[in-house]
């Protein structure tokens, strides 16, 4: 049987770094690092993430402000929002809660944000940064992953992974993470034939997609490291990932829960980012 990766302890481990961290920061800079969220619109979601978002941050002492916006909120006066945090002193962070009502176009303003203060690493100078390989803000999510595969002592170097998804939030970054950790990285996709073949031979499994159980538990080599990253919500309510975690649990070493495991891991790694950005800011 697998064991467990429990995100929600490591989780609270890494914001327990964190609220060192921004202490530290506080104490030498008279002020605590500063994280600035964006929401526009009232999606019943991105509501509860951004509540989350903000009261993990003001637990590992970050300090900043939500900004909600009325869903009518047009290009002009958003892009004046952002310009203005981009030009503050003493914010560090600026997370603009995605997606954007349809009016307005994600990237445009990922792309008004100042990449030293793109805590979500989704700017495109941050992206290219990961690309050729260099120090800078990377997305929360894949940074997750990496920190729990690291924690069961699990070193890609010289495996096989197998990526599934190809989004620029998770797919990815992710596969560009591992390979920088000397993996071989498979990427696979909603054109991928025989999936359940390359599922097979990876010894690293991320499942980025967004189908329930649509990794069944045989596919899965035996001793393999399963992340499932997927959030689906079922019929009855309840959540499950893309990967079927009974049989899966079977077959891999290591397994990451949905929910309690990558879902934790994302707000404290964007936390571990906020403080990153404050002290690159104030080198
Ligand atoms: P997305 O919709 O942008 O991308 C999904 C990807 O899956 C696409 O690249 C597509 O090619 C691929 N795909 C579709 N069908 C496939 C198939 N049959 N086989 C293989 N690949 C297939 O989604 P995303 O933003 O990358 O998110 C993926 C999932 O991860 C979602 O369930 C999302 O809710 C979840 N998610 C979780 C967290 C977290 O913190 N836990 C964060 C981000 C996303």
Same mark, same amino acid.
């Given at each position: ?9 490591? *989780? ?50 970050? @300090? ?18 952002? @310009?203005?945090?981009?030009?503050? !002193? ?82 990815? !970054? ?27 031979? *990876? ?20 001793? *393999? ?33 949905? !929910? ?24």
């Amino acid at each position: 049987m697998a064991e467990l990766i429990d995100g929600k302890a490591l *989780a609270k481990e890494v914001r327990a770094e964190v609220k060192t961290r921004a202490e530290a920061f506080a104490a030498k800079h008279g002020r605590a690092p500063g994280l600035h969220v964006v929401l526009v619109g009232e999606d019943p979601a991105s509501q509860v993430y951004v509540r989350n978002k903000q009261r993990a941050a003001g637990k590992a002492g970050i @300090a900043g402000e939500v900004h909600r916006l009325p869903a009518e909120t047009t290009e002009a006066d958003l892009l004046a929002l952002i @310009a203005e945090l981009n030009a503050a !002193p003493g914010i560090d962070g600026i997370l603009v809660q995605l997606p954007l009502p349809d009016h307005l176009d994600d990237q445009t303003i990922v792309d008004a944000i100042d990449p030293e203060k793109d805590v979500d690493g989704l700017h495109p100078f941050n992206a290219g940064l990961l690309f050729v390989g260099r120090h800078g803000l990377r997305p929360c999510t894949p940074s997750g992953c990496m920190r729990m595969l690291e924690h069961v002592g699990c070193n890609p170097k010289g495996k096989r992974a197998l990526v599934l998804g190809r989004s620029t939030l998770v797919g990815k !970054p992710i596969a560009l993470m591992l390979l920088e950790k000397h993996a071989t990285v498979t990427i696979a996709h909603s054109r991928t034939e025989d999936l359940a073949e390359r599922v097979g031979e *990876a010894d690293i499994v991320v499942a980025a997609v967004g189908r329930a159980e649509l990794v069944q538990g045989d596919w899965i080599k035996k001793g *393999a490291v399963v992340i499932d990253v997927g959030i689906n919500r079922l019929e009855d309510g309840s959540l499950t990932g893309d990967v079927d975690f009974g049989g899966a649990s079977k077959h891999a070493s290591y397994i990451t829960p949905v !929910p309690g495991g990558v879902g934790p891991m994302t707000i404290a790694m964007l936390l571990s980012n906020t403080v990153d950005a404050a002290e690159a800011r104030t080198r």
